[in-house]
């Protein structure tokens, strides 16, 4: 069976740091790639990131480029979000999916994690 | 500014069938863009329904179908169940490693 466990979430003041993980099981990670998500309190999903499943390759939305770092570890079945200079809108629960193939082009998230929540908060 | 529209709001009649789509504000969607369809309900993760225009993913009934209707991505339910009420977001993939999710649907069976 498929699952990703997102980790890593929490209260954090303004101009802060976190690094959110995610676990992956049920499939061979290194020949899929990966995506963040998030959505903030009460509104639509946002995509944020994606990464191939060599790690290779990494894109990000317009509103995050240069403050987040998505990453991945092969060896240890798990996809990482390394987010600085955080600010009030990027709260929201971020949730890790699994992509339908190993490259980020042409393919989009099939399943999902249950989500971390990030507070940016003073 | 790429901005992908879907209708804020849908009802349906239980039984009966609905579509709802997802278009651009400049521009057509075609399989190009690799249209995928998500549904949600409060507090829960997203479920991928279909991804790459009309594939259902694993356990989706065949009710939920998707197909490019003109120049929008198209998501039919048909035999609308109490429990579709949900909202339901589409993706489309821009190119360049970059995905842009629609507003969303809110669909209210009743």
């Known amino acids: 069976e498929v699952q990703m466990l997102e980790s890593g979430g929490g209260l954090v003041q303004p101009g802060g740091s976190l690094r959110l993980s995610c676990a992956a099981s049920?499939?061979?990670?290194?020949?899929?790639?990966m995506s963040w998500v998030r959505q903030a309190p009460g509104k639509g999903l946002e995509w944020v990131s994606a990464i191939s499943g060599s790690g290779g390759n990494t894109y990000y939305a317009d509103s995050v480029k240069g403050r987040f770092t998505i990453s991945r570890d092969n060896s240890k079945n798990t996809l990482y979000l390394q987010m600085n200079s955080l600010r009030a809108d990027d709260t929201a629960v971020y949730y890790c999916?699994?992509?339908?193939?190993?490259?980020?082009?042409?393919?989009?998230?099939?399943?999902w994690g249950q989500g971390t929540l990030v507070t940016v908060s003073s | 500014q790429t901005v992908v529209t879907q209708e804020p709001s849908f009802s349906v009649s239980p039984g009966g069938t609905v579509t709802l789509t997802c278009g651009l504000n400049?521009?057509?969607?075609?399989?190009?863009?690799?249209p995928s369809w998500y549904q949600q309900t409060p507090g829960q993760a997203p479920r991928t329904l279909i991804y790459t225009t009309s594939i259902r993913s694993s356990g989706v009934p065949d009710r939920f179908s998707g197909s490019i209707l003109g120049n929008k991505a198209a998501l039919t339910i048909t035999g609308a169940q109490a429990d579709d009420e949900s909202d339901y977001y589409c993706?489309?993939?821009?190119?360049?490693?970059?995905?842009?999710f629609g507003g969303g649907t809110k669909l209210t069976v009743l």
């Open positions: 999916a699994k992509r339908t193939s190993i490259a980020v082009a042409a393919s989009t998230p099939d399943y």
């Open positions: 993706l489309l993939y821009m190119g360049s490693g970059i995905s842009v």
């Open positions: 049920g499939f061979t990670f290194n020949i899929y790639a």
């Open positions: 400049s521009g057509s969607v075609s399989t190009n863009y690799y």
